[in-house]
Nanobody, 124 residues
């Protein structure tokens, strides 16, 4: 089993920045691909970004150029740096993990392990 704990959410003004962290335990971190997803009120959960075990990453189109994802395998932690935040970025952000694969995946159902989520609110 993999346990994931997110932190770093909060209230920020439009144009501001936040960095989310997700600490993993229960498995060798370098054996995991990590994903970030979000869910706004009344909407389905959607993909935001993912990073594989070696640092390769992919992003949802609407966050490209504003968000970056990184990982520190020594600290068993993955980060989501969010810059130039917009009101439409308001959501609960979830960290997810899967056993590392050949390709980086964005589909929700391939990630079996999930954190509890952290709220990000962008005020205008």
């Amino acid at each position: 089993q993999v346990q994931l704990v997110e932190s770093g959410g909060g209230l920020v003004q439009v144009g501001g920045s936040l960095r989310l962290s997700c600490a993993a335990s229960g498995r060798t971190f370098s054996s995991l691909d990590m994903g970030w997803f979000r869910q706004a009120p009344g909407k389905e959960r959607e993909f935001v970004a993912a990073i594989n075990w070696s640092g390769g990453s992919i992003f949802y189109e609407s966050v490209k150029g504003r968000f970056t994802v990184s990982r520190d395998n020594a600290k068993n932690t993955v980060y989501l740096q969010m810059n130039s935040l917009k009101p439409e970025d308001t959501a609960v952000y979830y960290c997810a993990a899967r056993t590392r694969g050949i390709t980086i995946r964005r589909q929700i159902d391939v990630y079996p392990y999930w954190g509890q989520g952290t709220q990000v609110t962008v005020s205008s």
